[in-house]
């Protein structure tokens, strides 16, 4: 997993939704 880390707030937001799909669609598969 490579985590980009920036100043933008709008990257970070993006980032953590796109980690919670992620997440749930590992949830879903288990």
Same mark, same amino acid.
């Given at each position: 997993v490579v985590i980009y880390t920036t100043?933008?707030?709008a990257t970070?937001? &993006?980032r953590n939704r796109q980690i919670? &799909?992620?997440g749930a669609s590992l949830i879903k598969h288990w």
């Open positions: 100043g933008s707030q970070m937001d &993006e919670a &799909e992620i």
